[in-house]
């Protein structure tokens, strides 16, 4: 069984998520056997906000070339979360 803290691997920090913050939109990447409502406790119990919605979606790890070899980036799987009451996370502490 996975603890809270296995289940929030870190935050997304991108031009997209910082930007929805202030309507209490929040994405993480989570460890893969995470679902729902795991994930619903986890960010729950550690801080303490009340979440209202989640959407979680398996990102695929894109295929890259370099010098004639081919690779691929690794996968993740990654949680939206929407707090409830336009909420805010203190994500810097």
Do not use: Q
């Not at 997209?16 to 994405?27: F, L, M, N, R, T």
């Amino acid at each position: 069984m996975l603890s809270l803290y296995d289940v929030l691997v870190n935050p997304i920090n991108t031009e997209k998520y910082p930007s929805e913050s202030d309507k209490g939109v929040y994405a993480f990447v989570i460890h893969p056997k995470s679902h729902k409502k795991l994930v619903k406790l986890a960010i729950e119990k550690i801080f303490n906000k009340k979440v209202e919605r989640i959407n979680i979606s398996n990102i695929k790890g894109k295929k890259k070339r370099f010098k004639n070899r081919l690779g691929v980036r690794n996968g993740y799987k990654r949680a939206v979360v929407k707090l409830a009451d336009g909420a805010s996370l203190d994500l810097m502490a």
